[in-house]
């Protein structure tokens, strides 16, 4: 596939009980992407430390370091604490300032920018003014076909006229169950009812919300799909939603249809939640 997609935000380390992990949703998502066959750049900044040069390395292992990964001689490579609870959900405790938060402008970037058919990006990394301003810019002077925000809330890592600016300049927006009653509210309306309303406040061609266990819903070009999700036994919860993305967006930018794109994105997530860690690689039985 010659399309490509830019993932942009925050690389990090996961460290978990027993270890760490690369992690960081855009680049779960780009390493997801990858195994499916998309072409994806990461574009983010690490630091000088030994951390940073771990990261650099993997990086080039996997063919997602290009000129898009800045180094900051000032700010740590971020270590993100994850911790599991007994049903393998996941919670995250992300260090303030780090390299990510300051994530520059640069020819390079747009170049990449305006040849690329999409462009991911969440929330987390918009905490701070360097990054937030880089991302709105960029999104400000080019034109790029898919604009997908994953919301991605981690608290207290946000602020409302953030995620709000952010939702109006993608036309694809994923979340999960918890953050749709954050960004919609919790009444006791349905859940049709509630990307009914957010759609008609934001006018996003496509609103996708996971609903872990139970699957997904998505609304597209004015239709609602859902499917029901896969039964699978839960190592942990890590990556199974940027999985799930990365599928997403694979499946719009090839013009798969919905409802088969969303069956198959449910089965990579129920997949990668069975595991430990974000990234596993896809074994030949899932088809992928």
């Not at 000088?48 to 740590?76: K, W, Y």
């Not at 839960?234 to 499946?251: I, K, P, Y």
Request: charged letters at 20%; aromatic letters at 6%; glycine letters at 6%.
């Amino acid at each position: 596939m010659s399309k490509q997609v830019l993932c942009f935000g925050e690389v990090l380390w996961d460290t978990f009980s027993d270890g760490k992990k690369v992690g960081g949703a855009p680049l779960n998502v780009a390493q997801h992407l990858r195994q499916q066959g998309v072409n994806a750049l990461m574009v983010s900044r690490i630091g000088t430390d030994a951390s940073g040069n771990e990261l650099m390395a993997f990086l080039q292992q996997h063919q997602l370091n290009t000129p898009l990964i800045q180094v900051d001689n000032r700010l740590a490579t971020c270590e993100v604490t994850v911790q599991l609870n007994d049903a393998g959900h996941a919670t995250y405790v992300i260090p303030e300032p780090v390299s990510w938060d300051n994530i520059q402008p640069d020819q390079e970037l747009l170049m990449q920018a305006a040849q690329s058919s999409a462009i991911v990006f969440g929330s987390l990394a918009c905490r701070n003014q360097a990054t937030r301003t880089t991302l709105l810019d960029l999104l400000s002077e080019i034109t790029v076909p898919l604009r997908i925000f994953d919301v991605n809330l981690r608290a207290p890592h946000y602020e409302m006229d953030t995620i709000e600016t952010l939702a109006a300049m993608a036309n694809v927006i994923k979340m999960n169950e918890d953050e749709a009653d954050l960004l919609i509210g919790s009444s006791k309306r349905s859940l049709q009812e509630k990307i009914t309303e957010f759609q008609h406040k934001f006018h996003v061609n496509t609103i996708c919300v996971t609903r872990g266990e139970n699957g997904a819903m998505i609304w597209h070009d004015e239709q609602f799909y859902e499917h029901p999700g896969f039964p699978t036994e839960v190592a942990d919860t890590v990556g199974a939603g940027d999985s799930f993305l990365a599928t997403l967006v694979a499946g719009l930018l090839t013009g798969q249809p919905i409802d088969a794109t969303l069956e198959k994105a449910c089965k990579v997530g129920a997949f990668v939640a069975s595991q430990r860690g974000a990234n596993p690689t896809y074994p030949a039985e899932l088809g992928i």
